[in-house]
């Protein structure tokens, strides 16, 4: 059995302690694909020295996180189109809006959020979005700029039928399922029950957003399997048939 963790901050200062271990846990739970959202100028390193020592494991992505755009972002942006042009990543991530916290950069979000799209189709590689509280914001702006080949992930997926039925309608869009799935108070499930499980990616965004039984503890990526678990049991599949498919649909979005 063959898991995907399509969005995972695993680099994170979190890990230090037991990075290695924690890595071979997850390899050892099956979770052998493990793709990495970078954050901004500060991740970079971290990030990809893990790319170098696990290359058939962890995938990275560059991109610049919403939360990390300020009045300064045409800098962090540079780094990123930098970056792209002399090493070949997966995708263009994270990106996207994030109004949760401050709206005090939304306009810069925006402007950051569509040049890092114009990146994706220049280089034709998949983009990951984030979108707290955000959604018609990014929806909005990638079907504005959507061409024929642009497609890519909306991350941590924790809308409506009716929203992932827009995403859906995009076409080339996935929708990344996470441990939300498996909170008491959460209506997910009832939105997935009525998805096609074609259209669904599994994430954990360690070390954030930890599944149940460990929901409030640090999450990392072998965690998967929890959301895997309580997929299969929406779904009424087995959590191989499970894996088999979003690992497919993992490899449609970043051809890996
Ligand atoms: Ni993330």
Known sequence: MILTDTHTHIYAGQFDEDQDEMIARAI???????????????????????????????????????????ADFEK???LVEEWHSKYKFCAVGEIGADLYWDKTYAKEQEVAFARQIELAKRLQIPIVIHNRDSFNETYDIVSKLKNEDLRGIFHCFSGTIEEAERVIALGGFKLGIGGVLTFK??????VVKDIDIEHLVLETDSPYLTPMPYRGKRNESAYITYIAEKLAEVKGISIEEVAEITTHNSKEVYGI
């Open 28 to 70: 050892e739970a099956g979770v052998t694909r493990m793709f990495m959202p970078n954050i901004d100028s500060t991740s970079i390193d971290a990030m990809m020295q893990l790319a170098e020592k696990y290359p058939d494991n962890c995938f990275p992505m560059m991109g610049l996180h919403p939360c990390s755009v300020n």
């Open 76 to 78: 962090e942006i540079a």
């Open 185 to 190: 108070n959460s209506n997910l499930r009832e």
